[in-house]
């Protein structure tokens, strides 16, 4: 079993910035990806972004935030984070942490508003 606990959620303001942690415990050894996914009101969970560590890193983002959020993963620490920055009304949703497409946190609100 995987427990992934998030954290770094709130209340922004259109433009500005959050950062999203997660912390990763159990049985983590050879986990392979790890992502972020939203899931807005009345909408599907759709991912945000995930990262592979192995020989090299590799990431992949959705097209509607590239450019502004970026995951990095500190496998020292069990933790994978989601730096967003640039933030707009529409990124408002429930942010989960996922772990080889299999666990999920219980996700943290997100809120982008005036």
């Known amino acids: 079993q995987v427990q992934l606990v998030e954290s770094g959620g709130g209340l922004v303001q259109p433009g500005g910035s959050l950062r999203l942690s997660c912390a990763a415990s159990?049985?983590?050894?050879?986990?392979?990806?790890m992502g972020w996914y939203r899931q807005a009101p009345g909408k599907q969970r759709e991912l945000v972004a995930s990262?592979?560590?192995?020989?090299?890193?590799?990431?992949n983002y959705a097209d509607s935030v590239k450019g502004r959020f970026t995951i990095s993963r500190d496998n020292a620490k069990n933790t994978v984070d989601l730096q967003m920055n640039s933030l707009k009304p529409e990124d408002t949703a429930v942010y989960y942490c996922?772990?080889?497409?299999?666990?999920w946190g219980q996700g943290t609100q997100v809120t982008v508003s005036s």
């Open positions: 990262i592979i560590s192995g020989g090299s890193t590799k990431t």
């Open positions: 996922n772990a080889d497409h299999y666990y």
């Open positions: 159990g049985s983590i050894f050879g986990i392979n990806v």
